[in-house]
């Protein structure tokens, strides 16, 4: 069994099974899947480049998880959006599942981050949040007086 694990948007992570690539691409929706992984090779975060409507939020945990396991830090981590999923390869590089000792080691990689990079984390996300709010109220706007201003 590939026990993966899914973080979703909202918060949540569940575990559940993949056996390939197209079943994490179902996973994520479809959206152009991309990959990345941790600094000692072992985790792959899997991750859609171009979310849609409401996946475009910034996934934290995945976020957060990212950070504690790479070389990235709090200001080059890049923003997770949309539903993210964890998993791990083999030695050919082929889709493998998480083990309990690397489920375990999730769980404790989670609680590395300091209070510090916690909180310029959160800024920068708060940031990025009010930029694409910013963007999509001006692109709505610009929406509704398009047509207007079209008028002879």
Not at 119 to 142: E, G, K, V
Request: proline residues 3%; positive net charge; aromatic residues 6%.
């Amino acid at each position: 069994m590939n026990t993966v694990l899914y973080y979703s948007v909202n918060g949540a992570i569940y575990e559940t099974n993949a056996y390939t690539a197209a079943d994490i691409d179902r996973l994520i929706r479809n959206q152009g899947l991309q990959s990345l992984t941790s600094a000692d090779r072992e985790l792959d975060f899997w991750f859609s480049s171009s979310p849609q409507n409401c996946q475009r939020r910034i996934n934290r945990n995945a976020t957060e998880l990212l950070l504690a396991t790479t070389n990235f830090d709090v200001k080059t981590v890049p923003l997770l959006r949309g539903c993210v999923v964890v998993a791990t390869h083999d030695g050919d590089g082929d889709l493998d599942g998480l083990s309990w000792q690397q489920l375990e080691r999730v769980a404790e990689r989670h609680r590395t981050l300091s209070q510090r990079e916690r909180r310029a984390l959160n800024r920068r996300i708060l940031r990025s949040d009010r930029r694409h709010r910013d963007a999509d109220l001006a692109q709505a706007t610009f929406g509704r007086l398009l047509p207007a201003l079209s008028r002879p």
